[in-house]
């Protein structure tokens, strides 16, 4: 993470080791599963999780703590993309700060 990004986090008082996960796929048995265990692997804490089924799709929304994730933030990013394509769906991660200005109004 750039100084820069770290100086806007502060200022925007939000906690930089809480990321956003979002997960789209077709829906089966074993989602949330696959995903947790993705989070337990790399010691990532689950700290809120929405879930829904919207016709035969299944999406989820994960608020995590990474504070003790061992590994960078890219390599996270390059995890859930090859666990992307290895479960059928879509996986993805963004820090909370980001993701709540993106989705502002």
Do not use: W
Request: charged content about 20%; aromatic content about 6%; overall charge neutral.
């Amino acid at each position: 993470m750039q100084e820069r990004d770290k100086v806007i986090y502060r200022l925007m008082g939000k906690n930089m080791s809480h990321s956003v996960i979002s997960v789209v796929g077709k829906d089966r048995i074993g989602i949330v599963y696959d995903v947790s265990k993705i989070l337990t692997e790399n010691r990532i804490s689950i700290i809120n999780i929405s879930q829904q089924l919207m016709g035969e799709f299944f999406t989820m929304i994960i608020l995590v703590d990474t504070a003790q994730c061992p590994k960078s933030r890219q390599e996270m990013l390059d995890i859930f993309a090859q666990a992307s394509q290895v479960l059928a769906l879509d996986i993805r991660m963004q820090n909370e700060a980001l993701f709540n200005a993106m989705h502002r109004i």
